[in-house]
């Protein structure tokens, strides 16, 4: 079955703090791996990876794959209080059409 | 920028009601999905749908679980007869890349059965 583990289940810093949110993985036969975040309801695209060491980077977030060791991580820099939010990682494997999701990490950031 | 949309965001039913969750996906996609998140846990798969049939389904949808796609924009998840686990927040989300490209969620539609 596959498997997604995110680290750390939850995490509090301040704002300005740089902070790295990680995702292991085990999955049969890997397709892509995708970061979403989570506010209220709606997940909210934001990296999809599908080859290791290319790193996606967008504003102050960015990721990187790394299919030899199974992981990916998100790095936010810079961490402003609007970035609060659950920050989901999920992956497809060919073997199938589901997404499968890690159980997410709960960031919040004291102002 | 176009976005998937759910109704209604919040549904109340009785054990063992039917309840119908209605989503229109993004216009031009072609592959829909329905996903479930049971509160404090894993959003899970249910459900994908492309060429006007399920092309894959989890465990979860069983036999009292449906999905139809009535006309060019909608996009149905039927729970015929539903039961207390049923109660989650339900995720309709979009595709036009295929499998393995990113979902576009719509903003849930969230069940409580009493």
């Known amino acids: 079955e596959d498997k997604v583990v995110q680290s750390p289940l939850s995490l509090v810093v301040h704002e300005g703090d740089t902070v790295t949110l990680n995702c292991s993985y085990e999955v049969t036969n890997f397709r892509s791996l995708l970061w979403y975040k989570q506010e209220k309801k709606a997940p909210t695209f934001l990296f999809m990876l599908?080859?290791?060491?290319i790193e996606k980077k967008s504003g102050r977030l960015s990721s990187i794959l790394d299919k030899k060791e199974l992981f990916s991580i998100l790095n936010i820099t810079a961490t402003q209080t609007g970035d609060s939010a659950v920050y989901l990682c999920?992956?497809?494997?060919?073997?199938?059409?589901?997404?499968?999701f890690g159980t997410g990490t709960r960031l919040t950031i004291i102002p | 920028e176009p976005e998937v949309t759910q109704t209604p965001s919040h549904q109340v039913t009785q054990m063992g009601q039917e309840v119908i969750l209605r989503c229109v996906p993004i216009s031009n996609h072609l592959y829909f999905y329905w996903y479930r998140q049971i509160l404090g846990q894993k959003v899970e798969f249910l459900v994908s749908?492309?060429?006007?049939?399920?092309?894959?389904k989890s465990e979860i949808f069983d036999d009292q679980f449906s999905v139809e796609r009535p006309d060019g924009s909608n996009f149905t998840l039927k729970i015929r007869s539903t039961k207390l686990e049923d109660s989650a927040m339900y995720f309709c989300?979009?595709?036009?890349?295929?499998?393995?490209?990113?979902?576009?969620f719509g903003s849930g539609t969230q069940l409580s059965v009493l």
């Open positions: 989300a979009s595709t036009n890349g295929g499998v393995g490209e990113k979902l576009f």
């Open positions: 749908f492309y060429n006007n049939e399920i092309s894959e």
């Open positions: 999920a992956v497809f494997n060919f073997g199938n059409e589901k997404l499968t």
């Open positions: 599908t080859s290791s060491g």
